[in-house]
């Protein structure tokens, strides 16, 4: 069952084109794209995290290059003056004070560049007591120069005797550990206090043939190696704990810079504590223990407020310390979810702009094929007018509206042309029916015209032998006129009046030939009509075959109707040819028969006018019986003809009576097909009318 107008515009939105296409197509490619960008999202997320982790590592690990170096040229510095005193310098006191003058000056990281000498480890102890500068020595004369930048008097360079070295980690601690080992190995110590600075030693043995000699050394200032660890950590954004081999703190970003009033408070402060005793103890220890010179990055959580942080740690082999740098995990998610918010709302934007230009797409196209709906259902109801919407689009939508208002135009073409030939083909039935009646009466009346030709044939045919007879009765009457000639002179006057007898049957006979002559000329004017209406009928069929033929598969029954009318206007024609070559046959025998006749009729006068003058003069009349009897003969013979005339016109016009009910049964089935031509033509005006037209 079609669908109506009505239905096609209640459609609900969700079971139309565009609701099918937004909700079977957008909205699950939506759906779908959305979970593939979440899980991307999610991936690129994670994935930045890493590569986060990664980075945060790479950093950490360039900031213990850069304090590695540090330690490594510091560490370098106490060799070298170790390995100078171990060859010529050993015992040149005064040389090595400037030596290490000139190493202190050489380089504005160290605070101090000093040696120390075991016991008159240079057999010049008591003599150096007297002649040497005190500041080099102590009391005994043993030579512990100690040259420092004075950074009370604007780092000027001074020397001062080395206190405190017998108990610290800078000689006794290297001391122990050459005894312990044989191993002569640079020591770096442990973060302390000393005149108002915080310093870190690297100390190195002098060792001269195996034994322990003393030691070679450099002090670093904190300030100096915490100003490295504070501009890097600040650069890269994380805080920074440098922790010493024996677990204190070397420096940590997060305590103030050092100043004069900072070094105060430093009990408050994690330099110089042992981790141990650190609020932050859970943090560090556990990725100091992990540390490696290649790096190690976890995830740990602040013990003072929870906060998650990444921890890169970094084992720093030259001096044994361990770096290590965190970074609130926040602050690294922030930066990455705001670029993965930024990368989903572009995204979504696109998409979204994507989604609502496909929907605007599906709408406006689901819009112009419910528009093409409407019109098709109304043009299969028959509503030629309905108002087709023009579409510029290039889509199938446009192409199906383009080609149903093409569609509609070649329809109301079509339906006009059918109407005209529909009005056409009425016209054209009322005057094929018309006709059909003309030509039917005229058959009729060619039919009575026939009866009469052939009872007036019928007459001449009697007469005829009745004349025959008659000319017998003469010819036997002049035979026996003949053997009684002499008893015959009585008998003339029988003659005479047996002689006038015949000349009237004979101009009777001519009167009824001249008719039948006249009735053949009616006949031929009848034929011409018969002819013309044929030609009319076949012109009239050739142009309801051509207007069948505009109407296309409408007029295909008008087509077949159009051409049996053809056929029986063709019979017609051809019976009327016929029916005229009989009466040209009729014509031509009349013809003969009356010419026949005249003659007769001119030898009967003759013939007369000799019984006249054989009654005058009988005895002529009795000498030319004979010839009279021959004469007899001769007219026997005509009036022969003339019976066998007669017969043959009697057949022609039983044939010409044939073809006249031929012609009345063809005008009668010509009737009939224009009657059904005229209902074929009521039934497709009709089927037309059941479409209403544009305009």
Not at 210 to 215: H, T
Not at 370 to 395: E, F, H, K, Q
Not at 396 to 405: F, P
Request: glycine share 6%; net charge negative; charged share 25%.
């Amino acid at each position: 069952m079609a669908a109506t107008v009505s239905d096609i515009h209640s459609i609900p939105f969700i079971r139309s084109l565009a609701g099918r296409l937004l909700l079977l197509g957008i909205l699950p490619g939506t759906v779908v794209i959305a979970a593939i960008v979440a899980l991307g999202m999610m991936d690129k997320f994670e994935t930045l995290v890493a590569a986060a982790e990664v980075e945060l590592a790479r950093e950490t690990l360039v900031l213990a290059e850069h304090i590695s170096k540090s330690n490594t040229d510091a560490i370098q510095a106490a060799v070298l003056i170790a390995a100078q005193q171990q060859t010529e310098l050993f015992g040149q006191r005064k040389l090595t004070v400037d030596l290490l003058k000139a190493v202190l000056a050489a380089d504005e990281n160290l605070t101090a560049a000093y040696v120390l000498y075991e016991p008159n480890a240079d057999a010049k102890d008591a003599t150096a007591a007297t002649t040497d500068p005190k500041e080099w020595m102590d009391a005994t004369g043993r030579f512990t120069p100690y040259p420092f930048r004075d950074w009370k008097n604007g780092d000027a360079i001074a020397v001062k005797p080395s206190i405190d070295y017998e108990t610290s980690l800078y000689y006794d601690g290297v001391r122990k550990a050459f005894s312990a080992d044989g191993i002569a190995a640079t020591m770096v110590t442990e973060p302390y206090f000393y005149e108002g600075q915080l310093l870190v030693e690297q100390s190195h043995p002098i060792v001269i043939d195996g034994k322990f000699r003393g030691i070679g050394a450099v002090d670093r200032a904190l300030a100096s190696i915490e100003r490295v660890l504070r501009a890097r950590s600040a650069e890269i954004g994380v805080e920074s704990y440098l922790i010493s081999s024996r677990g204190r703190f070397v420096a940590a970003t997060e305590d103030p810079e050092i100043t004069a009033d900072v070094l105060k408070q430093v009990g408050s402060q994690l330099r110089t504590h042992p981790v141990a005793d650190s609020p932050i103890r859970a943090l560090i220890e556990p990725v100091m223990r992990q540390a490696t010179a290649a790096g190690f990055v976890c995830e740990m959580e602040d013990p003072r407020d929870g906060r998650e942080l990444l921890v890169a740690s970094v084992h720093l082999v030259d001096g044994d310390w361990r770096l290590i740098c965190t970074k609130p995990r926040e602050v690294v998610v922030a930066s990455i979810r705001t670029e993965v918010w930024i990368s989903a709302l572009m995204f979504t934007s696109g998409l979204g702009l994507s989604m609502a230009l496909v929907g605007w797409i599906s709408i406006s196209t689901g819009r112009r094929v419910r528009a093409a709906a409407v019109a098709a259902d109304a043009i299969s109801d028959g509503d030629l007018s309905v108002v087709i919407p023009d579409s510029d689009s290039n889509d199938e939508a446009g192409v199906l509206l383009r080609s149903l208002q093409q569609m509609k135009e070649n329809l109301n073409g079509l339906i006009s042309s059918v109407q005209s030939a529909g009005v056409t083909l009425d016209s054209s039935a009322l005057e094929l029916s018309a006709t059909s009646r003309e030509q039917e009466g005229v058959a009729h009346r060619f039919g009575e015209s026939s009866s009469q030709i052939a009872g007036a044939t019928k007459q001449i045919s009697a007469t005829g032998m009745e004349l025959t007879q008659t000319i017998l009765e003469v010819d036997r009457a002049v035979d026996r006129t003949a053997r009684l000639a002499d008893g015959a002179r009585g008998d003339l006057a029988s003659v005479d009046t047996t002689i006038r007898e015949l000349a009237e049957a004979t101009g009777s006979i001519a009167i009824k030939l001249s008719a039948i002559s006249e009735r053949a000329s009616s006949i031929n004017g009848v034929v011409t009509t018969i002819a013309k209406v044929a030609d009319q009928t076949n012109l009239l069929s050739v142009n309801a075959a051509i207007e069948a033929e505009k109407a296309g598969e409408q007029g295909r029954g008008f087509l077949v109707v159009a051409r049996e009318i053809r056929r029986l206007a063709d019979q017609t024609a051809s019976a009327t040819v016929d029916i005229e070559s009989m009466v040209r046959e009729m014509q031509s025998a009349v013809g003969a028969g009356v010419m026949e006749m005249d003659r007769f009729a001119e030898k009967v006068r003759r013939g007369v006018d000799e019984v006249v003058a054989s009654s005058r003069q009988m005895a002529e009349v009795i000498a030319q019986v004979e010839a009279n009897a021959a004469r007899f003969r001769i007219v026997a013979d005509g009036m022969a003809s003339q019976s066998q005339g007669a017969a043959t016109i009697s057949d022609s016009m039983g044939g010409l009576a044939t073809s006249a009910k031929r012609a009345i049964d063809s005008a009668e089935e010509f009737r009939r097909t224009a009657s059904e031509l005229q209902r074929a033509s009521q039934v497709l005006r009709m089927t037309v009318a059941a479409f209403t037209l544009d305009g």
